[in-house]
């Protein structure tokens, strides 16, 4: 089981350490390789949230949709703005988006436009898993639409 607790709030500040690790980091690193440590990070991450998923139903008694929960990026690509199409134990659809990193639980994490849109257009539905500390001790928390409200949204490049 994958703990999960509340978000934090905005008075949240990053622990010392953190901010010493992050500035060496960003003065020098490989592109290239950072791009798959973040590919191999999401994809484990996914995994993880896949399991919890699957283990909540089944504890639930809902096998039937347990059986058909579906990992919606690794199947079909990663265009459909959530990562995972499960359950609630009333049989609504949960699109989950997964965020996952190895820092705090205020590490920042790349949204798309794309994921932005569907969390809009399906507010009932569409949840966010923010995995984190996930090297050492996995934790997390999940956030509803409107993200506005929990998250500071930045516009990065096009």
Known sequence: MLWIGPP?????APPPDELEQMTAIAR?????ERDARNRALGRAGEERVLAHERTNLLAAGR?????H???????????????ILSF???GRDRLIEVKTTNGWERTPFHITRNELAVAEERRSDWRLVRLWNFAREPKAFELRPPLE?????ESGPP
């Open 8 to 12: 934090p709030t905005h008075s949240n």
């Open 28 to 32: 020098k690193y490989d592109v290239a």
């Open 63 to 67: 096998t039937d949709l347990a059986e």
């Open 69 to 83: 929960i579906r990992w919606v990026s690794h199947v079909d690509g990663d265009g459909a703005g959530y990562d």
């Open 88 to 90: 609630d134990t009333d």
């Open 149 to 153: 409200v929990a998250c500071s949204l």
